[in-house]
């Protein structure tokens, strides 16, 4: 009787445990499907542009013309007119040498010259004398009125006074020359400027010692500047004289002067393996000799892909952008970045022609959401 009480409780436990598992029991069809979540965002194409390749060259601006002034004679420097950075006018006088040596050779070389003209009107006198008496005797000579070895006598004295003449002449020649070259070194006494410009460099004090060939400044023309860059051999080809180039000065706030190439070295360094290639830039007051200067080269163009910066978003060390596929969906994807143009930036991989990206990514994307484009 007590076995058939437990096997009847056993058996109701059992019915309402069933039934209470039954009733938790999810039918089919009734699980709710989460929604994806939509985001606005401006989407563009990539696209492979060809754009001008330029190789940049660093230089210095230098004057177009840069003269070293030196001494023709040795002297003590007497004066000094001028300082770095004065402007001067062609013939102006910079300084002056002591000339009392040169003007004793100047007053030297005058008396010379006196006293031959004075030796060279006595000899034309003789040789005009000889002259009349060779030819009086050449009469006598034909009527045999005087003899041979007296015509002889006559005739050697007039050969000899004409070469006494010649040599006077000579003579009178040479002092000349030597008179012009006292003169010339009088003035050279006196430094003056060759032509306008600005003195960038003075190298001489009054009491010093000016010698022949020893420096005392150095002038350069002003308004006319060039840049002086050094340009490998793999892209001397792309350069051809009067090429417009883009100059860019540093110092002056990176302005910015559209140059022409002047000249180009025929020859290679043997060391380096460049050329020295000279570009002319436009005149500018704020222009001065030794400036840094950067000069960009059209070496010619190459096929890249350009995205605005605003689409490039960093990561710790990532940089990548969020692609758009057929789904419209987001994708974050890494891409190599190289250089920056304004606002836009280069893409050197990752991304290819035609591929659709976010350009102005929305705070609250992230990869797997929806992309409704917007203008």
Known sequence: MQKNKRFFYFIIFTAVFLLMGCGEKIEPGNVKVSKKEIVKATVASAKLIR?????????????????????????????????????????????????????????????????????????????????????????????????????????????????????????????????????????????????????????????????????????????????????????????????????TVSALNKKTFTGSVQEIFPAADAKSRSFLVKVRIPADKLLRSGMFARVSIPIGKAGLILIPVTAVIHSGQLTGIYIVDDTQTAKFRLIRTGRTFGEFIEVLSGLKDGDRYVSVPPPNLNNGMTVEAVS
């Open 51 to 247: 754009q001008p390749f330029f190789y940049e060259s660093v230089g210095t601006v230098s004057a177009k013309t840069v003269s070293t002034i030196s001494s023709k004679l040795m002297g003590a420097v007497k004066e000094v007119l001028v300082r770095e950075g004065d402007p001067v006018k062609k013939g102006d006088r910079l300084a002056n040498i002591d000339d009392r040596q040169v003007g004793a050779m100047l007053r030297q070389a005058k008396a010379a010259l006196a006293e031959a003209r004075r030796a060279e009107t006595a000899a034309s006198a003789g040789a005009e004398l000889a002259r009349a008496t060779y030819t009086r005797y050449q009469n006598l000579m034909k009527d045999e009125s005087t003899s041979p070895q007296e015509f002889d006598e006559i005739k050697s004295r007039y050969q000899q006074a004409q070469a006494g003449l010649d040599a006077a002449k000579q003579r009178v020649k040479q002092v000349e020359a030597s008179l012009s070259s006292a003169v010339v070194s009088a003035k050279d006494a006196v430094i003056l400027a060759p032509y306008d410009g600005t003195i960038r460099a003075k190298m001489i004090d009054v009491g010093d010692l000016a010698a022949p060939g020893k420096p005392l400044f150095t002038l350069e023309t002003t308004g006319n500047y060039i840049v002086d860059l050094v340009l490998p051999e793999q892209y001397i080809h792309t350069v051809v004289l009067d090429q417009e180039v883009t100059v």
